[in-house]
């Protein structure tokens, strides 16, 4: 008892001094922060691209790519014209391929697609469903030891430390090969269902007082089917699930060169590191709400709205919300209306189309036709409105819809982002490899000095 005590006297002890310490450091941060100020107008007067944007918005090219295009404009006479928005996997039209698809393995025949360039025969499918069930599962004592034992409040950076402690495992993790690389992407992509879900069983248990389901993956059913599996507790989900499911792994599977967490494994990739590091920093991409989480903030802003003026509320009432939302006086005071508009596409996001269409489908199953309709409304008025106040072309994009479908398909929001991982970790092996191949050169842009040059100040002089 008294060593406890004396433990609670230190802890409280580190603590004062410690938020002491740290409001000193801010003090200071804050009186000298005047030496690091940029003017906005530097970045114009010396050409620089703010966050490797282009005046008009479109972004800096940073490389080549065969593998995905991202379009949503036309360049003509240098002017930027709005168009459909299309997506396009090695040469494919994205709808296309959602419109044609008749297998149970839909998220496996579009990532041999991506990462081999052509769309496998049946054999060839047969062939690459084989070689991932065989890297389905995790090394013996993997779960017990790096993931119950260790729970953390976020999914994603369990998925980080899960990737870093598959490195230890693997006895040629620095081999950056090609073929190397393409042998442990798989093997990564395979696990990362179970990695995923086995975590969030974890949080939920440790964190929220949850009962705690570890299901075994089903070496015989395709990856949208066994996320269900192991994220409910009897194993149950209807087939119309699981199609809706595989077509969200399908939607976010790649998304060009640009896109901020393919960019960063191709950065990290490109000094010649593992691809478990190159993939863990992409994950912290993701993580980030500008980028795959994202769509949580879309579905509490909708919540929010939803809860303030109801589901059956009149145009005039949305109309209202919208417009407060635009002028900083509703749920967060950003100005932002999350889920619309995108960096790319201006008249539509073929992504959210694709969901747009399922959802209706899996609304009446779930008994949420009402809500589904309130969000098409919403995102209707909306585009009105930012037509009528800034003369600009605004769609939704596919965070709008991904978040509501989730909700009714009862994943967790703890599960959204590590989902998108999940997806487009295929896009990162394929991408990884393209940029070995074909440029094999460290990823090193340069950022221009606009400070001042000062003579060195003896301790004694300064002020």
């Not at 949850?210 to 075994?216: F, K, P, Q, V």
């Amino acid at each position: 008892m008294k060593k406890k005590v004396e433990n609670l006297h230190k802890m409280l002890y580190y603590y004062i001094i410690g938020g002491f310490i740290m409001n000193e450091i801010i003090k200071i941060f804050n009186e000298t922060k005047k030496h690091n100020e940029i003017p906005n107008e530097l970045y114009s007067k010396y050409g620089v691209k703010k966050g490797l944007r282009n005046e008009d918005g479109t972004g800096v090219l940073i490389g080549l790519t065969k593998i995905c295009d991202v379009v949503g404009y036309k360049i003509i006479d240098d002017k930027k014209i709005d168009q459909e928005g299309k997506l396009y996997y090695r040469g494919y039209n994205l709808n296309d391929i959602c419109d044609n698809m008749r297998t149970d393995f839909v998220y496996e025949e579009v990532a041999y697609l991506i990462l081999f360039g052509k769309l496998p025969t049946s054999e060839q499918l047969e062939s690459f469903k084989k070689i991932l069930a065989e890297n389905y599962q995790l090394p013996d004592g993997f779960i017990s030891q790096y993931i119950l034992r260790y729970p953390s409040m976020n999914v994603m950076n369990k998925m980080q430390r899960a990737l870093l402690m598959l490195y230890s495992e693997d006895e040629n993790a620095d081999d950056t090969s090609v073929e190397n690389t393409l042998k442990q992407g798989i093997s990564i992509l395979a696990k990362l269902p179970s990695i995923a879900v086995y975590a969030y069983q974890s949080k939920n248990h440790f964190f929220n007082d949850e009962s705690l389901y570890i299901h075994h993956i089903d070496v015989g059913v395709s990856i949208a089917e066994n996320i269900l599996r192991l994220l409910r507790p009897n194993k149950k989900y209807l087939p119309e699930e699981v199609k809706i499911l595989d077509l969200l792994l399908v939607v976010h599977l790649d998304h060009g060169s640009g896109n901020n967490s393919t960019f960063a494994n191709s950065v990290i990739a490109s000094t010649n590191t593992d691809i478990y590091s190159s993939f863990s920093g992409s994950i912290g991409s993701l993580k980030g709400t500008k980028h795959g989480g994202a769509n949580i903030t879309c579905l509490k802003m909708m919540n929010t709205i939803i809860n303030e003026i109801g589901l059956d509320a009149s145009d005039e009432k949305i109309k209202t919300v919208i417009n407060k939302l635009l002028d900083k006086q509703f749920f967060d005071g950003s100005g932002l209306i999350y889920g619309m508009g995108h960096a790319v596409y201006t008249i539509s996001d073929p992504r959210a189309m694709v969901i747009k269409h399922e959802a209706i489908k899996l609304a009446k199953i779930k008994n949420q036709e009402l809500r589904l309709d309130f969000y098409i409304r919403f995102e209707a008025l909306t585009k009105e409105i930012i037509m009528e106040r800034k003369n600009m072309n605004i769609c939704s994009n596919v965070d709008y819809y991904t978040g509501l479908v989730y909700n009714m398909l009862d994943i967790p929001e703890d599960l959204f982002t590590p989902l998108f991982v999940i997806s487009r970790s295929c896009g990162w092996i394929a991408h990884n490899i393209e940029n070995k191949l074909y440029s094999n050169r460290i990823i090193r842009p340069a950022g221009r000095y606009v400070g001042e040059l000062y003579d060195y100040v003896k301790m004694e002089d300064r002020k």
